[in-house]
């Protein structure tokens, strides 16, 4: 659970909570939910800025009770390709999810000359990437090359089996905020017109990424600054509201 405070006379008070429900509960429960949700809110924060208050006000209310949906969001450490938080990170050059039956965990495949994601980055340090990976079968010799916010940082060539590769990433590359990764690969199986076979332009398989600091660091989180009664956000913050109406 993760909850702000606002330490003066008027505190409004928002309550998270990771949850792990089914897929049946990660959207909001009804259009009338969504509308009532979005106007207590509004509500809330009106009241929370609202001058004249002498007595102290404090303003509770768990946004999960009104919608079931919610999904944390902060630094990328890691990206479960084939899940449902690892396939916001994909941009373009994947297919769909898919299920691995003899590894037993599932995989995204990288299809095309090149495959794009983005990664968060809170405070721009030195990196390491490992990529857990393996090339499409009918494509021999398969390359890796990794660009990052357009510049070359480096690459591996695959072996024919499921394989953890390290890429260091230098502080100096990287941004506070949205930072793209591109994966562009030296082959990929053309498509094929033969009934019955895959037609996707196949590359590489992809099951794992993570992003690890060589040196632990302090994150800057989003603290509330109590002198000017505000709430700091520093760059790469993000907040979303996503309503869905049925």
């Not at 929370?48 to 450490?77: F, V």
């Not at 405070?123 to 393996?134: G, K, N, Q, V, Y």
């Not at 600054?225 to 956000?233: I, Q």
Request: charged share 30%.
């Amino acid at each position: 659970m993760l909850c702000y405070r606002h330490a003066v006379s008027r505190r409004l008070v928002l309550r998270f909570r990771e949850g792990g429900g089914s897929a049946a509960n990660t959207r909001p429960k009804s259009m009338f939910g969504s509308r009532r949700l979005l106007t207590l809110v509004s509500g809330l924060l009106v009241l929370a800025m609202a001058c004249g208050h002498e007595e102290p006000l404090e303003l509770s209310h768990d946004l999960i009770e009104e919608s079931s949906w919610a999904m944390p969001w902060g630094e990328t450490q890691e990206i479960d390709f084939g899940s449902a938080r690892g396939r916001r990170h994909l941009v373009s050059g994947w297919s769909i999810d898919e299920w691995d039956h003899g590894k037993r965990t599932h995989f995204v495949w990288g299809i095309g000359t090149e495959s794009v994601l983005e990664v968060d980055v809170l405070s721009p340090r030195d990196l390491i990437l490992r990529a857990r990976c393996r090339p499409a079968l009918q494509v021999a010799s398969q390359r890796v090359d990794v660009i990052l916010n357009g510049r070359h940082l480096g690459g591996f060539g695959l072996r024919d089996r499921l394989t953890v590769y390290k890429v260091k990433i230098d502080g100096d590359w990287l941004r506070r905020g949205v930072n793209e990764l591109r994966f562009r690969y030296a082959d990929h199986n053309p498509a094929s017109e033969e009934p019955g076979k895959d037609p996707r332009p196949l590359a590489v398989a992809w099951y794992e990424l993570e992003l690890d600091s060589e040196v632990a660091t302090d994150l800057v989180e989003p603290a509330v600054l109590e002198e000017d009664t505000a709430l700091s956000m520093p760059s790469g913050t993000r907040v979303d509201w996503r309503i869905s109406y049925f």
